[in-house]
Each structure stands twice: as C-alpha cells, then as structure tokens.
C-alpha cells in the first residue's frame, strides 16, 4: 500500500510526462503547474512543517521549463 505523498508524487510525474509529451504551450504550462501542486501536497503530507512549497518545487519546475520543443513542431 502506497503513502498519500507516494500518490502525490506518482500524479506529478504523471504531469511532468504529459507536459514534455505536449506541443501545446498553454498546456504544457498549465500541466507544469498542476505538477507542481502534486509535489507540494506530497511535501505536506510527508512533513506538514516542511519548507514552503516553492521552496521544494523551484527546482523542479526550472528543470521542467528547459523542455526543448519537438523537432517536427513548427516555430511561429
């Protein structure tokens, strides 16, 4: 049986994945934010006196914005 924070986490990649697959730049960042929001319900409920949310996800969300966009996807 998996933690509430392990479903937490599981949902976020789960995001992360969607975003990286998207070429729609809207969606992309909407699914980033809601990543971001799976990672720091898990935070909470791991440790409720963690460290701020943005804190535990900036990391995370600069490595995500990095995201190249696919080769056959046209520039505008």
Known sequence: ???SG?????????CFDAAYDTENQHT???LLELAEEWLRMAGSWDDPH??????????IFQQQQQ???KEDE???
């Open 1 to 3: 049986m998996t933690s």
């Open 6 to 14: 392990d479903e937490y986490r599981r949902r976020a990649k789960t």
């Open 28 to 30: 992309r960042a909407a």
């Open 50 to 59: 963690a460290a701020p949310a943005a804190e535990q996800a900036s990391p």
């Open 67 to 69: 995201i190249q966009p």
């Open 74 to 76: 046209k520039q505008d």
